[in-house]
């Protein structure tokens, strides 16, 4: 199968990221190298402040880094890019917008056709079940919700590149795994491509076509794994025997690091 | 068997949904009633309590003998307001006039101000520095250097009125511009919002709760403005009646002044209370009208 899907559509080579605080220099990433094919759901899962969001932000254009290169379809990033949609940990909602403002930010900022994308937002909206609650402001929503309208509008313009930061990090478990359910709907319909930063085993697992193991900092590659689960994936899966293998092969990666320790 | 089942989730279910929709019927009827007596009582209880000082203060007046040059007992007051009316009202509307001016300027400077601080480092860290050091100098005591300047007419009242209560704003618009979460900024670089447009649609309004915050400081110190403009060269206005009172040892007067001046400074902080209203989404005034409960 040597088609142009294979190409890499997102390559990372020898990334580093300094960070100079007072006392010392802080080396969050270091030579990290991997590539991301279109269409494919990328996680990268590892302990806290291994640098995994640092690398999220630099793939976004957002933050420089400190040595290596970004490319995206052939092109080198030295700027914020634009043919992103991206979904942080907090939903970061404009607090004077209405969740339907908030999603059309988006549509107002890229000068679509308003019409047009208000329809397409309150679609977005319903699909995730914010049906109803378009003209509620984001101080009348529950966290989950607001992190599905940030997800509605990092999608409504769709985007060739979706960039998740820990999304689910700050919700509850029904809720998350809901959104996780959510999501994965979402990926197969629009066949996005998505590089999805957690800490969560099991939500890279569930999502990924493959998962990046992180070491703790500097964070570079522990080890690439293939996630070979047929889509789309139930939560009852979750019990089966390759899900288990798979979460195990990452457990056993963080116990041999000492990210987790058993006593 | 399953029949029976059916008929018995049929028997709990319904009676407990009717049972449930009255509850919450009733829940929503209580919050209603709540939130009504709630909206009452924060009038009602100062209200009360100043009715009863008031009460304390006349009966002590009356009960004491308390000479009137030193404490007038309320129905004085009130006697002295109703015959200086229209000399209270003249002199109020003189003062209004100095302190819209004074609260106008200190938005047309402050502000602009505000943002050439936010948008122009060198700017802020020249002149940031002495803008906050220069709040050392006792604004009052520069009040007479004005006349000599300006005379006695307007001007050295509206520019001592701005001189005091132009820094709230400056402070409270380039604080509230600076305080806004990176992601917010990441985020519009992502959508290629221009800066521009990023300031018009997401940094002015992140602003607008503290700007806000900084008006209402600003208001009510250019009532005191521009009563120390009318104290050291006036001609007319409260501040000045004030001093004329205060010479003819009619302490009523004196009190009705500072009655008027009161109302004034309450009537204009309503006033922008009305315009945050109308300017910004509910979420924020109820955010604001908590700040303003504990000022």
Known sequence: ?263 | MTERNILAAAVVVSPDRTGMDEIEAGIQRRRRKRERSDRIGALAYPIGVMAALVVIWEAAARLFAIPAYLLPAPSLIAQAMVANSTVLIKQSVATSLEIVLGFALSVAVGVPLALAIFLWKPFARSVYPLLVSSQAVPKVAVAPLFLVWFGFGLLPKVLIAFLIAFFPVVINTAMGLAAIEREKIYLAQSMGLSSFATFRKIQLPNALPSIFAGLKISITLAVVGAVVGEFVGGQGGLGYLLLIANGNMDTSLLFAGIAALTFLGVVFFILIGIVERLVLPPHAVERVSFERGSM
Request: aromatic share 6%.
């Open chain 1, 1 to 263: 199968m040597n088609n142009p899907a294979d190409d890499p559509y997102l390559r990372v080579d020898n990334l580093c990221k300094i960070y100079a605080t007072r006392d010392a220099e802080v080396r969050a990433l270091n030579d990290l190298s991997f590539t991301q094919r279109r269409g494919e759901f990328l996680s990268h899962v590892g302990p806290s402040g291994c640098g995994k969001s640092t690398l999220l932000m630099i793939a976004a254009g957002l933050v420089p880094p400190s040595g290596g290169a970004v490319c995206v379809a052939g092109r080198s990033i030295d700027r914020p890019r634009t043919d992103i949609g991206i979904v942080f940990q907090s939903p970061v909602l404009l607090e004077w917008r209405t969740a339907l403002g908030n999603v059309l930010l988006q549509a107002e900022a890229r000068k679509m056709d308003l019409k047009d994308a208000e329809r397409r937002a309150r679609e977005l909206l319903g699909s995730v079940g914010l049906g109803g609650f378009e003209d509620r402001y984001p101080h009348e929503l529950s966290g989950g919700m607001r992190q599905r309208v940030s997800i509605c509008r990092a999608l409504i313009h769709n985007p060739d590149h979706l960039l998740m930061d820990e999304p689910f990090g700050a919700l509850d478990a029904l809720t998350r795994d809901q959104l996780v359910l959510d999501l994965q709907a979402l990926v197969i319909e629009r066949r996005m491509t998505v590089l999805f930063i957690t800490h969560s085993i099991a939500e890279a697992v569930f999502l990924s076509d493959r998962v990046i193991v992180m070491t703790p900092r500097p964070g570079c590659i522990d080890r690439i794994i293939d996630i070979k689960l047929p889509r789309p994936r139930t939560l009852a899966m979750r019990e089966s025997p390759e899900f288990a293998d798979y979460s195990r092969q990452i457990l056993d990666l963080f116990l041999a690091r000492g990210v987790l320790r058993e006593h």
